[in-house]
């Protein structure tokens, strides 16, 4: 047994990987090159997201909305992993890839506990299917 497994990474692979079809190894590369990009702008949206939602956040308060809390903090962690990813991405290192597990995984989480089960689900299918597709280009 690996000590350095992710939470359900061991049941989650196995049907990434092996049940459903590989990605050509053209697609894998490409993925690889622009995966940092895509977390920069993913952290770049994500902190003009909260950076809006900070000047509404009062109202929001007074309307009783702990959802709002919520969401907020979901989305800071989010933003922090795929911060924290960027470096690794950019060095094709494990690290960068265990970070952005980690932020689809609190995504997942986070678009359950808003009752946005069809899109969380959707959303883990494909955010998985294409970690775990790209997961031997990262050592």
């Given at each position: 047994?690996?000590?350095?497994?992710?939470p359900?990474?061991?049941?989650?692979?196995?049907?990434?990987?092996k049940?459903?079809?590989?990605?050509?190894?053209?697609?894998?590369?490409?993925?690889?090159?622009?995966?940092p990009f895509?977390?920069?702008?993913g952290?770049?949206?994500?902190?003009?997201?909260?950076g809006?939602?900070?000047?509404?956040?009062?109202?929001?308060?007074?309307?009783?909305?702990?959802?709002?809390?919520i969401?907020?903090?979901?989305?800071?962690i989010?933003?922090?992993?795929e911060?924290?990813?960027?470096?690794?991405l950019?060095a094709?290192?494990k690290?960068?890839?265990k970070?952005?597990?980690?932020?689809?995984?609190?995504?997942?989480?986070y678009?359950?506990?808003?009752?946005?089960?069809?899109?969380?689900l959707?959303?883990?299918?494909?955010?998985?299917w294409?970690?775990?597709?790209v997961?031997?280009k990262y050592?």
């Amino acid at each position: 047994m690996d000590t350095n497994a992710l939470p359900l990474e061991a049941e989650l692979e196995p049907i990434f990987t092996k049940q459903l079809p590989a990605f050509p190894e053209n697609i894998k590369d490409l993925l690889v090159k622009i995966a940092p990009f895509l977390a920069i702008i993913g952290v770049a949206m994500g902190v003009l997201g909260v950076g809006i939602s900070a000047l509404f956040s009062p109202f929001m308060w007074f309307a009783g909305s702990i959802i709002y809390g919520i969401g907020m903090i979901f989305l800071i962690i989010m933003i922090i992993l795929e911060g924290l990813a960027i470096p690794g991405l950019f060095a094709q290192k494990k690290d960068g890839w265990k970070y952005m597990y980690y932020a689809q995984f609190v995504s997942v989480i986070y678009s359950l506990c808003m009752g946005s089960w069809f899109s969380g689900l959707l959303g883990a299918f494909l955010g998985f299917w294409i970690l775990f597709q790209v997961k031997e280009k990262y050592s």
